[in-house]
């Protein structure tokens, strides 16, 4: 009988020492500890962590709404800065262009003056030229006639016979005439 009685309180004690969440004498004890853990929890997440994470959420989505807004704003000077560089640019180039005409028209001006003015040196020295050509030739006609009088003077004499100047004179004017 020992036996039995050793052996039926070696299976009480077996039965109780297994896993103790599994032992079902100790379920309401547990139960109570967690449901107390359980409001424990929530109370700190409610009070404490939720709200600071609720702040720095809604501080993060103020920053980046605020960094939004000032991009948005850049952006919107940055196009009037570029159309106002754009108008600049076409005003400078406007401006470029008049200057270019106005300084091609004084050119222009300045060169039909010194043309005019060339013009009239060239006329006059054309003038002076001529007049020296004609000089020229009714000296080279003068000189001409001269030396065709003194020649036929001395082909006639060369030939034998006696030179009349007045004959001689008739002969060439009449032959320089055509």
Known sequence: MAT?????????EA???GMPQLNFATWPNQIF??????VIIYIVLTKIAMPRIAAVLAERKGTIGNDLAAAEELKSKAKAAEKAYNAALEQAR???????????????????????AADVQISAKAAESEKRIAEIRAGAVAAVSEVARDTAGALVEALGGHADASAIEAAVSERLKG
Do not use: H
Not at 104 to 116: F, G, H, N, P, T
């Open 33 to 38: 500890w967690l449901v107390v853990a359980l």
């Open 15 to 17: 039965s109780q020492k």
């Open 4 to 12: 039995t009685e050793t052996v039926a309180g070696a299976a009480g």
């Open 94 to 116: 406007a401006d470029a262009t008049k200057i270019i005409a106005a300084t091609k028209a004084a050119i222009q001006k300045d060169l039909d003056v010194a043309m005019a």
